[in-house]
């Protein structure tokens, strides 16, 4: 968007109403966090990714001073449907808060703001505890995943692209300090064809805890990673 | 002597190109010279692409402001821009004598100054060195390469985020260079001589038939072609999970720091296998994120003492004498926001994207997107001087917002004598604020205005209504054309801009 060479006076200066301004800033932000790795392989900036959630939160609170949201569960985990067909943001099933949605009425509805790394690569090297309580992993379910993405997307497209965390985990911190033979793109791709993220078995019990989980689809996937295991740990 | 020569610049990472007239420094001139024996190319030779502006009559009495004309350009004119040849950091040394750049294809190119014996003007017979001399290429590397990182699925690239030199101690000059997640020290060294007439071996380097040596010889030294080799001495790696965007040598000139956005380590120049931290803004959790690091620097004198800027427009300045984890700062630098500018984007354009201490130590200087500031350190409530850049692009934010440019970092620099600050802004323009005088002006780093001698032309931006004649509107600006990037030689007055994909050095008349 906007990379041409010259700019014009944007249309959106025209339109000079609050709520238009924010519905379109709202509308470009989540367009942003949406990860589009197959423009780049690299990992998005964070610095950006921060900025851009702050902004949508900053957003939100207004919106909640003027009084146009019911009380929201504020330690957002749910991920906001994004409705393809209005730019409403609802909230998720799991707290299941009726708002009213006119079609043509210019109130607002937002949901709880994601966890920032839904949209941010994953951060999984590191050497810190983790605490993998449930209430950490972000809830998502493929419902939600078919809604916040568009429906031209196919759902491998999806988990490719998204990289969830289970981030923090101990093992990854030993895997990353030793010196591992790196695997093969190949290697790692046809070890488990759901996905191109290993797991770890501490983050797959959680997993298997967790309410929904789309990796949980059938026996040969624990397979799968349990072998990626096997290869990361040299085993 | 080709196959040698390919086997020392695998070894080394030695890339030095020759001198051809005409030619550029362009990734394909490059790959095709590395057969060739390098040697430092000579003052003025770099062909039709080039203007110099020759040594001028001193130019007093304009109450110590600066007059900028243009000096040189360095770069290809071609329109269609090579991704890999966008510059990414431009980094004078501690004469100004090097000027290095880095790339986004992982290339360091370092530029020396030539300079002109002359003879003094009131005692010939005396000779000086002239330092207003040319910069012309000293020595080009592959510093960095991309990396794949297997766990995440994950391309690093190669582009320099940053380049800082060490102050030398030896004939040698280090160099520290990092991309997103390794630095590197490299060692950039001349040999001017080579030892001929050895025993065993002729000066091919064919082995002599032993029955045919009959006497020994002493090997004598004698000159040869100037040979600049760059060779790595050090790789920092695997201590940033995030992506450096900083690093700063220590006055003490045995460590440095290393930043990326949530956390800062410490080094030894000598020590690559450990790191201490000290900055660490990660929270438990990450959906409790809200700011990040965006620049750090050491103090230039008191070599316990950093800064380290913010995404919410906040400084803080660190003693390490005082913890060994420093995340509890000594001052907080933050000045309250201006409620009648209130907008949706405050926050994005308070994020700053640089910081720069004086040379005196005393001040530091703060890039936002809108405007610059001037603090003292001893005040923590408010900057003592603020400027603004681009004030006219303010009505623009949404618009900026939605293509991106918002978020682009651009880097400031003081002069000498801490008394001007400069930045980039966008269509190519740069800003220089004069502390003392109050004045500011645009200037332009464009290959139209290469007359040698000419002061540059100050450039005005209009943001509405009726047009003046020499203006430009803030709707024909060019923003794929900014200057993020750029540096003050550490006791004259020339710049180094980098321009996308060139380089411009621009110089006082005087």
Redesign the interface.
Same mark, same amino acid.
């Given at each position: 968007m906007g990379q041409g060479i010259k700019r014009k006076l944007d249309v959106y200066e025209t339109e000079k109403t609050p709520q238009n301004q924010r519905q379109s800033i709202v509308d470009i932000s989540v367009c942003k966090l949406q990860v589009n790795k197959s423009v780049k392989k690299v990992e998005p900036s964070l610095l950006r990714s921060v900025l851009i959630l702050n902004t949508l939160k900053h957003i939100e609170s207004e919106l909640r001073k003027e009084g146009h949201c019911a009380p929201t569960n504020t330690t957002a985990m749910d991920i906001p449907e994004v409705n393809p067909n209005s730019t409403v943001i609802d909230f998720l099933p799991d707290q299941p808060i009726q708002v009213s949605n006119d079609s043509n009425s210019a109130t607002e509805q937002f949901g709880p703001l994601p966890s920032i790394d839904t949209f941010v690569g994953n951060r999984s090297v590191s050497s810190e505890k983790i605490t993998m309580e449930t209430s950490s992993f972000p809830v998502i379910t493929e419902s939600s995943l078919t809604t916040i993405y568009p429906t031209t997307l196919r759902i491998d497209d999806i988990f490719n692209d998204l990289e969830f965390n289970i981030a923090d985990y101990d093992i990854f911190s030993s895997v990353g300090n030793n010196k591992l033979t790196p695997l093969s793109a190949d290697e790692v791709l046809h070890s488990c064809p759901n996905s191109s993220s290993p797991f770890g078995s501490d983050s797959f019990a959680t997993l298997s805890n967790a309410s929904l989980s789309p990796f949980c689809k059938s026996e040969s996937a624990f397979e799968d990673l349990d072998n990626i295991m096997q290869i990361l740990v040299g085993s | 002597m080709n196959g040698s020569t390919q086997r020392l610049a695998r070894d080394t990472g030695m890339i030095s190109p020759t001198k051809e007239k005409g030619s550029t420094f362009g990734s394909k001139q490059l790959h095709k010279i590395q057969s060739m024996l390098h040697h430092r190319p000579r003052a003025g030779s770099w062909g039709s692409k080039e203007k110099t502006d020759k040594h001028l009559q001193n130019n007093h009495g304009n109450g110590g402001e600066i007059q900028w004309c243009f000096s040189q350009v360095k770069g290809t004119i071609e329109e269609d821009i090579t991704e890999a040849d966008i510059i990414s950091c431009v980094e004078f040394n501690h004469n100004g004598e090097l000027l290095a750049t880095g790339d986004k294809g992982g290339r360091v190119v370092i530029f020396q100054r030539d300079g002109k014996v002359e003879d003094q003007p009131h005692s010939p017979g005396n000779k000086s060195f002239h330092t207003h001399g040319e910069y012309n290429v000293y020595s080009t590397f592959q510093s960095h390469e991309p990396e $794949?990182d297997?766990? %995440? +699925?994950?391309?690093?690239?190669e582009k320099i985020n940053k380049i800082r030199w060490l102050q030398r101690s030896n004939p040698a000059n280090f160099l520290l260079s990092t991309n997103?997640k390794t630095i590197k020290l490299w060692k950039v060294t001349e040999r001017d001589k080579r030892a001929e007439g050895y025993n065993l071996k002729d000066d091919s380097g064919i082995l002599r038939d032993p029955t045919s040596i009959t006497s020994l010889r002493i090997p004598l030294l004698k000159p040869m072609e100037l040979l600049v080799e760059a060779s790595p001495r050090r790789i920092f790696a695997?201590a940033h999970?995030?992506?450096i965007n900083s690093i700063s040598v220590n006055s003490d000139q045995e460590t440095y720091l290393s930043a990326d956005?949530?956390r800062i380590n410490l080094w030894h120049l000598e020590v690559t296998n450990q790191s201490f931290n000290i900055v660490d803004i990660k929270p438990a959790?990450?959906?409790e994120?809200?700011?990040?690091i965006?620049a750090a620097e050491f103090h230039p004198t008191e070599c316990n003492l950093f800064v380290y800027s913010s +995404?919410k427009g906040t400084i803080r300045l660190c003693d390490m004498r005082e913890r060994a984890l420093c995340d509890k700062h000594a001052k907080l630098f933050e000045e309250p926001e201006d409620p009648t500018n209130r907008s949706?984007?405050s926050?994005?354009i308070s994020?700053i994207s640089d910081v720069k201490f004086s040379h005196n130590g005393r001040y530091m200087v703060t890039r936002d997107y809108l405007s610059v500031k001037v603090w003292d350190l001893q005040m923590d409530s408010k900057p003592i001087e603020t400027f603004q850049v681009h004030e006219y692009l303010r009505? %623009?934010l949404?618009?900026l917002?939605?293509?991106?440019c918002i $978020?682009d970092k651009f880097e400031c620099a003081w002069s000498g004598n801490d008394r001007h600050i400069m930045t980039g802004s966008y269509n190519n323009f740069f800003r220089m604020f004069d502390r003392e005088s109050k004045k500011d002006v645009t200037l332009e780093a464009s290959r139209e205005n290469v007359k040698p001698k000419t002061v540059l032309k100050p450039r005005k931006v209009c943001s509405g209504g009726k047009r003046k004649k020499e203006e430009i509107s803030v709707?024909?600006?060019? $923003?794929?054309r900014k200057i993020l990037h750029s540096a003050w030689h550490p006791q004259e007055n020339i710049l180094a801009v980098a321009a996308t994909n060139n380089l411009y050095l621009f110089a006082s008349k005087d």
């Open positions: - | $794949f297997y766990l %995440k +699925s994950l391309e690093i690239e997103d695997n999970t995030y992506h956005d949530l959790n990450m959906e994120l809200t700011e990040v965006t +995404s949706f984007f926050e994005i994020s009505s %623009k949404c618009s917002y939605e293509n991106d $978020f709707d024909c600006l060019d $923003f794929n």
